[in-house]
């Protein structure tokens, strides 16, 4: 089995900025593309910022500037360093990873359980 398990939710007042963790652990021979989605209550839940395994990266357009995701391979951890937060960016966030459990198997997706961030004076 593999879990993820997010962190670093909060609440922050505006300007502010917080710095979320998902971490995977488990059955896992590597890890593909790893991804933060968020939804606010009452929406969809959108794609924030995604990176490969090579560390290439896509944002939103409205968190462009403002949020930066990286991981670490090594640690099967990816991170979002969010800066300048917005009352709009009120969320659960959530990762997905893309993760193969062994050589012989496929990728399949996996979820963590969210945390909440709230940007609020």
């Known amino acids: 089995q593999v879990q993820l398990v997010e962190s670093g939710g909060g609440l922050v007042q505006p300007g502010g900025s917080l710095r979320l963790s998902c971490a995977a652990s488990?059955?896992?021979?590597?890890?593909?593309?790893m991804t933060w989605y968020r939804q606010a209550p009452g929406q969809q839940r959108d794609l924030v910022a995604t990176?490969?395994?090579?560390?290439?990266?896509n944002y939103a357009d409205s968190v462009k500037g403002r949020f930066t995701i990286s991981r670490d391979n090594g640690k099967n951890t990816v991170y979002l360093q969010m800066n300048n937060l917005k009352p709009d960016d009120t969320a659960v966030y959530s990762c997905?990873?893309?993760?193969?459990?062994?050589?012989?198997?496929?990728?399949?997706?996996?979820w963590g359980l969210g945390t909440r961030v709230t940007v609020s004076s």
């Open positions: 997905n990873a893309v993760v193969r459990r062994s050589l012989y198997s496929n990728f399949k997706d996996y």
């Open positions: 488990g059955s896992i021979f590597g890890i593909n593309a």
């Open positions: 990176i490969t395994y090579g560390g290439s990266t």
